[in-house]
């Protein structure tokens, strides 16, 4: 008997989307059961994931490899990812938690040095470069940008980083009266800051609404195309 | 409103036309998609860091693209995520009917590396073999994920310069807006409302877009509304008693 897949996970598409959705009348258990099974099925997912995709072929396979037909050099720098995994399982046992110390060490180091070379040049060179640039005409007719939106565009740009960054100036002095505010420039500044990152956070909330509509719109089609593949399948 | 939602999807209302003002960073990628300087059969990195949950909106706005790149140039694609279930969804992406008519008329090829380990590490250590690739499409959901493909392939791209497009969901497109703005990307593609430009631009093709575009219009100008009607009648609450205060004193 040929088992129809399409039918079977719009089946389970079907049910679980109607008891997520079942939670807009309160928490119950069978939101609470969908919920159980999909953190379940996500976690034994990635362990899956883990095991066939990073350990297996970077670690194990290599390992074998490189113990059956490897030089010296190579046998030895295998084995020191594995150790280090090891010093780090070691943290179950209340004892020898300060063994992985030593990777974490070397992971928060090694981290931290990647992050700050990336942010460094990715980020802030090229984006202080670019709002220093933002008026250059050339640049922009290259985009096929027009001179006032250069300059209308630029203005807002460049006001907008400017206050915005001013907002966190945190510097400030008590005052005779014991308050403690800011210079009286740097606070119309960043006042004036707020409204911008006032406006960032609702184009932010737009997006996220945006993207949460457009979730609940594909349920809806996904829900409207399994009546309709059951009607087809079922012949009613 | 969910039920207005619901409603305006079964009934498809034509009241909303498509969207029409193309944004700079849209409009990028639609020149660089005509010009197309990559050959046939070019091999181009399609780099996936999206949730499950997210799939609907990033799926919807990255097939009209990937379609367009795929009649244009027959790509070889590589397939790499840069978080655990990404390469399950680069497989549900590209099984989709409008992808698997082209896989069967050999329209493309592609081979999915699976899953890259390591954060920001890992994107650093597999970005020395970019130079390799005529171009690199990103598809996130998350602006951080964007970020960190971006500065840490900062220093190859500036060597060997090789487009770098995002197909973002809405919700990141405006953290990643300024790598646009300066220049350290392509162009972007952001959420339902960059998919419904790609498919008009794309004959229509797959429509997806098309049947969410009736529903969705309505649901964000409900809940503009809903937020400003809220906003005025709190103000209007709050005038009120503070009146009431100013009269009992």
Do not use: C
């Not at chain 1, 089946?11 to 928490?27: E, H, Q």
């Not at chain 1, 949460?212 to 829900?223: G, N, V």
């Amino acid at each position: 008997m040929a088992v129809n897949l399409d039918l079977i996970s719009g089946v389970l598409s079907f049910l679980f989307t109607i008891l997520i959705l079942s939670y807009l009348i309160g928490d119950n258990p069978l939101f609470r059961i969908a919920v159980y099974v999909f953190v379940g099925a996500a976690s034994g997912y990635v362990a899956s994931v883990i095991f066939w995709q990073v350990l297996k072929p970077r670690l194990f396979d290599t390992l074998i490899s490189a113990v059956l037909r490897g030089s010296l050099v190579e046998q030895v720098l295998i084995f020191l990812p594995l150790i280090g995994a090891a010093l780090v399982i070691l943290k179950i046992f209340p004892g020898m938690t300060g063994f992985a110390r030593l990777s974490m060490a070397f992971l928060v180091g090694a981290g931290a040095a990647v992050t700050l070379g990336g942010a460094l040049l990715g980020t802030l060179l090229p984006q202080v470069q670019a709002t220093i640039n933002i008026f250059d005409p050339q640049a922009a007719a290259a985009r096929n940008i027009g001179a006032m939106e250069v300059l209308g565009n630029g203005m807002v740009i460049l006001v907008g980083t400017v206050t915005s960054l001013a907002y966190f100036h945190f510097g400030a002095q008590p005052k005779t009266d014991g308050s403690v505010r800011r210079f009286g420039l740097i606070e119309i500044i960043a006042w004036i800051g707020r409204i911008f990152i006032g406006i960032t956070l609702g184009a932010v909330f737009a997006g996220v609404y945006a993207a949460a509509l457009t979730a609940l719109i594909e349920r809806f089609s996904s829900l409207v195309n399994f009546i309709v593949l059951l009607r087809t399948t079922l012949g009613f | 409103m969910t039920i207005a939602v619901f409603a305006a999807f079964l009934l498809q209302p034509q009241f909303f036309a498509a969207p029409r003002p193309v944004p700079n960073e849209v409009l990028s990628v639609q020149s660089w998609l005509a010009e197309l300087p990559i050959p046939q059969n070019a091999p181009v990195l399609v780099a996936f860091d999206y949730e499950p949950s997210r799939a609907a909106e990033i799926e919807t706005a990255a097939t009209p693209m990937l379609d367009m790149l795929i009649l244009f140039r027959h790509p070889a694609f590589t397939f790499v995520a840069t978080n655990e279930t990404g390469s399950m969804l680069a497989e549900r992406l590209i099984a989709q009917p409008t992808f698997a008519e082209h896989f069967k008329n050999g329209g493309f090829t592609y081979s999915n590396l699976g899953y890259l380990p390591g954060g920001q590490m890992g994107i650093r250590a597999f970005a020395r073999g970019l130079p390799g690739f005529a171009a690199i499409i990103l598809i996130t959901d998350d602006a951080e994920a964007a970020r960190a493909w971006i500065e840490q392939t900062q220093a190859i791209r500036s060597a060997v310069p090789v487009p770098f497009i995002v197909v973002s969901s809405a919700q990141s497109a405006p953290m990643i807006e300024p790598y646009y703005d300066s220049g350290q990307v392509t162009g972007i593609v952001p959420g339902l409302y960059g998919g419904a430009l790609f498919e008009q631009y794309n004959a229509g093709r797959p429509g997806t877009a098309r049947s969410y575009w009736p529903p969705f219009s309505p649901g964000m100008l409900l809940a503009a509304l809903l937020m400003l009607g809220g906003g005025l009648w709190n103000l209007a609450l709050g005038l009120r008693d503070r009146a009431a205060a100013k009269g009992g004193k």
